[in-house]
Structures are given as structure tokens and as C-alpha cells.
């Protein structure tokens, strides 16, 4: 259990670490604040520079290979098949959880099949374990089962509705914007669905990490 807890508190600080150095580099380098509601993960590493964003880039890698401890390790805790099943998607989600950082959209295929991977899996993870609390309730009974049912559910319907955004099919509109003399041009909205329900997918990525973390307690 004490190497289960390392590997999520590790997931999780090299998460912040990543996020902290990456928006200021991205800073420094283009004079620009970062923001995840219009922008996407992997141009953090715009222009496919991979040094340009070195510290953000390597906390990431570390997260993503101390995600897929995690999950891995959680597997060889427990014995039950649905169990195997959570630590068979964790890992899954884990092997592709930085592919959003390092893919760039002119690669448009490859990203959007990462996107719905990650989509998938995460759905995956909250469905497993919703079962799993489930079942850990009913044969146990106290309180924090009860409580984890809830609140993985809460977390599993909320994702759910995310992946489930109209907006999503609308992904790559612009939105157009008139000059005074008529003339027009097109930005990007301040919300770009695609470019925050990725990021808003690598935070339910370790919340769903967390929440096993805490499953795993209440057996």
C-alpha cells in the first residue's frame, strides 16, 4: 500500500510540476499567458521543440510513467477480475495520457485517435470503478463504500456529459470577428471546446487515479 501511495503522489506532483514550468516557458517564449480554455495541450511544444519546453516536457513523461506504476501496481494488490480489468484500462490510459502533449494537430488523425483513446479509456476507468465501489459496498457496508459510490459516480457522469458536448462535432470552427470598415477575419474562441475537454480529460485522468487510490482504502 505505501508504494501505492508514492506512485499517486507522485503522478499527481509531477502533474503540477509539468503544468507550472510548461505555461512559463510558453510565457517566456512568445510573450503570451497560456491558456487551457482555447489552447491545446501539445503547443506547449508549438513547433514540435521538444527542449524549448524541456523541464515541462520530462514532468510529464514522469507523470505519465508514474500513472502507469500506479495502475500497475494496483492490479497486483487485488485479485478480482474486474480488479485486473480497472488496472488493464488504468494502464491503457496511462500509456496514452501524454500523447495530447506531444502530438500536434497537423498530425490530425493520429491526434483525434488519441483523443478518443484517452475518451474511451477514461469512461472506462470511471465505469470500472463505479462497479467495483459497488460491489465493495454491498459486501462490506460502511460508510466510505457508500460515500465512493456516490462520488465516483458524480465524477463518471460528469465526464460522460463532457465527451458527450455538442460542441465537440464543432470543434475546429473560428469564430469570425468584423472590422469597422467591413472586412472580417477569424480567431479562435476564448472557449475552445476540443483544446479544454483535452485538458479537462487529463485532470479526470488523476482524479480517476485518486479516487482507485481511495477504493482501495476502503476495501
Not at 469597422?180 to 487515479?209: N, Q
Request: glycine content about 4%; proline content about 3%.
Amino acid at each position: 500500500m505505501p508504494l501505492l501511495f508514492a506512485f499517486g503522489a507522485l503522478t499527481i506532483l509531477f502533474f503540477i510540476c509539468f503544468c507550472v514550468t510548461s505555461f512559463i516557458s510558453y510565457k517566456q517564449r512568445f510573450n503570451v499567458k497560456y491558456n487551457p480554455l482555447s489552447m491545446f495541450p501539445y503547443e506547449l511544444n508549438m513547433d514540435n521543440s521538444f527542449k524549448d519546453n524541456l523541464f515541462g516536457n520530462i514532468f510529464m513523461i514522469l507523470c505519465a510513467v508514474s500513472l502507469l506504476g500506479f495502475y500497475a501496481f494496483y492490479g497486483f494488490q487485488f485479485t478480482n477480475n474486474l480488479t485486473k480489468f480497472l488496472m488493464a484500462v488504468g494502464v491503457l490510459s496511462a500509456l496514452v495520457f501524454s500523447s495530447l502533449t506531444f502530438t500536434p494537430l497537423k498530425l490530425l488523425r493520429l491526434h483525434l485517435f488519441f483523443d478518443v483513446t484517452s475518451f474511451v479509456l477514461t469512461f472506462l476507468v470511471y465505469g470500472a470503478l463505479f462497479i467495483l465501489c459497488l460491489n465493495d459496498y454491498q459486501l462490506f457496508t460502511n460508510n466510505l463504500s457508500l460515500v465512493m459510490v456516490f462520488v465516483v459516480g458524480f465524477f463518471g457522469i460528469l465526464y460522460f456529459l463532457l465527451i458527450l458536448n455538442p460542441k465537440l462535432s464543432r470543434w475546429a470552427y473560428l469564430d469570425k470577428e468584423v472590422n469597422s470598415d467591413g472586412t472580417y477575419y477569424y480567431k479562435r474562441p476564448k472557449l475552445f471546446p476540443l483544446a479544454y475537454t483535452e485538458w479537462a480529460s487529463m485532470i479526470f485522468v488523476l482524479i480517476g487515479a485518486i479516487l482507485s487510490l481511495v477504493e482501495s482504502v476502503a476495501l
